[in-house]
């Protein structure tokens, strides 16, 4: 059982483009269950995210703040300015906007601890910003998207907080709690939370896909090139900004990874519940939740890479 998670976890990128192709090859499948799954599969997934968590992983807050802001502003600023530029710069209906400003105002996603961890990034400050990150979207989600769409659409600001803490936060502490009472059965657990995380946003994924199979039909590629260039474009400039500010090179690393990847299942899970009149609004997240396994795979490979060809050097010298 635990190989088969350990190859399920593995594999999760895999995993979620298999289960979008599906859905859309055949969303009959899915089209009974509700959409309001989403919320309860992503509340599974942050509950797993605090069995992880450790008040210990919180240290780097106090040990290195500078680092920690540094990350959660290029953070909040990096992603949701790039959406909003993206979304003019291609024309995206209202609906589709909305979608990617709400991927870029999103936290940092779960699965950028893994990458940065395969990267050979700062780890520490890699869970550090994926923490202060998620702990600071219920008040910053919220306000940025109705920032940058609330000209367009109306966004119910105290509305997202209130599910930001439910969904996420809620899920997430009780998590902590139980891991502090029952340390013994969170630490077998944990062997098998990836899996399990990687199967609930995949079924996040193919419930999305296949309720829209029919529009992504009509603009699908438009979307996908944005969300493949949001997500490209904040890799490149959190790596940009921790070289201009001359951090370590696992610094740079998990900056990168940390703005590029985000918590795409949030986006998804606020569109269903505050935006139903714009269900194009549930795509680009989904898409995200796709590419960014993708794209933090193949940006792990070249980065140790990288590191393989530098040490060659340094071994020649």
């Given at each position: 059982?635990?190989?088969?998670?350990?190859?399920?976890?593995?594999?999760?990128?895999?995993?979620?483009?298999?289960?979008?192709?599906?859905?859309?090859?055949?969303?009959?499948?899915?089209?009974?269950?509700?959409?309001?799954?989403?919320?309860?599969?992503?509340?599974?997934v942050m509950f797993g995210m605090g069995l992880t968590l450790n008040l210990k992983?919180?240290?780097?807050?106090?040990?290195?703040?500078?680092?920690?802001?540094?990350?959660?502003?290029?953070?909040?600023?990096?992603?949701?300015?790039?959406?909003?530029?993206?979304?003019?710069?291609?024309?995206?209906?209202?609906?589709?906007?909305?979608?990617?400003?709400?991927?870029?105002?999103?936290?940092?996603?779960t699965a950028s601890n893994v990458i940065t961890y395969l990267a050979k990034g700062?780890?520490?400050?890699?869970?550090?910003?994926?923490?202060?990150?998620?702990?600071?979207?219920?008040?910053?989600?919220?306000?940025?998207?109705?920032?940058?769409?609330?000209?367009?659409?109306?966004?119910?600001?105290?509305?997202?907080?209130?599910?930001?803490?439910?969904?996420?936060i809620l899920p997430i502490v009780i998590g902590l709690i139980i891991k502090s009472?029952?340390?013994?059965?969170?630490?077998?657990?944990?062997?098998?939370?990836?899996?399990?995380?990687?199967?609930?946003?995949?079924?996040?994924?193919?419930?999305?896909?296949?309720?829209?199979?029919?529009?992504?039909?009509?603009?699908?590629?438009?979307?996908?090139?944005?969300?493949?260039?949001?997500?490209?474009?904040?890799?490149?400039?959190?790596?940009?900004?921790?070289?201009?500010?001359?951090?370590?090179?696992?610094?740079?690393?998990?900056?990168?990874?940390?703005?590029?990847?985000?918590?795409?299942?949030?986006?998804?899970?606020?569109?269903?519940?505050?935006?139903?009149?714009?269900?194009?609004?549930?795509?680009?997240?989904?898409?995200?939740?796709?590419?960014?396994?993708?794209?933090?795979?193949?940006?792990?490979?070249?980065?140790?890479?990288?590191?393989?060809?530098?040490?060659?050097?340094?071994?020649?010298?």
């Amino acid at each position: 059982m635990k190989r088969i998670c350990q190859f399920i976890s593995k594999y999760m990128g895999v995993l979620v483009f298999a289960a979008a192709v599906l859905a859309f090859i055949f969303p009959d499948a899915l089209s009974r269950i509700r959409p309001k799954v989403i919320n309860y599969l992503l509340g599974v997934v942050m509950f797993g995210m605090g069995l992880t968590l450790n008040l210990k992983d919180f240290k780097v807050v106090f040990s290195r703040p500078k680092d920690i802001i540094i990350g959660c502003l290029a953070q909040f600023t990096i992603m949701p300015l790039l959406a909003w530029v993206l979304a003019r710069v291609f024309r995206l209906d209202d609906a589709l906007a909305l979608g990617v400003v709400l991927v870029g105002c999103c936290p940092g996603g779960t699965a950028s601890n893994v990458i940065t961890y395969l990267a050979k990034g700062d780890l520490a400050l890699s869970v550090g910003m994926t923490g202060v990150s998620t702990i600071l979207a219920p008040l910053l989600t919220p306000v940025l998207t109705w920032a940058l769409a609330g000209h367009s659409v109306h966004v119910n600001v105290l509305g997202m907080l209130l599910s930001i803490l439910w969904v996420v936060i809620l899920p997430i502490v009780i998590g902590l709690i139980i891991k502090s009472l029952w340390p013994k059965f969170t630490d077998k657990a944990v062997d098998y939370l990836p899996a399990f995380s990687s199967v609930a946003i995949a079924f996040i994924v193919a419930i999305i896909i296949a309720a829209n199979a029919d529009k992504l039909l009509a603009g699908g590629m438009i979307i996908v090139l944005v969300v493949m260039l949001h997500n490209i474009c904040g890799l490149g400039l959190g790596y940009f900004i921790g070289r201009l500010l001359k951090l370590s090179e696992p610094k740079k690393r998990a900056i990168s990874i940390e703005v590029g990847m985000q918590n795409s299942g949030l986006a998804s899970s606020l569109a269903t519940l505050h935006f139903a009149a714009y269900p194009l609004a549930t795509i680009p997240g989904a898409i995200f939740s796709v590419w960014h396994n993708i794209s933090g795979a193949i940006v792990a490979y070249i980065f140790r890479k990288n590191e393989r060809i530098d040490f060659q050097a340094a071994g020649k010298h």
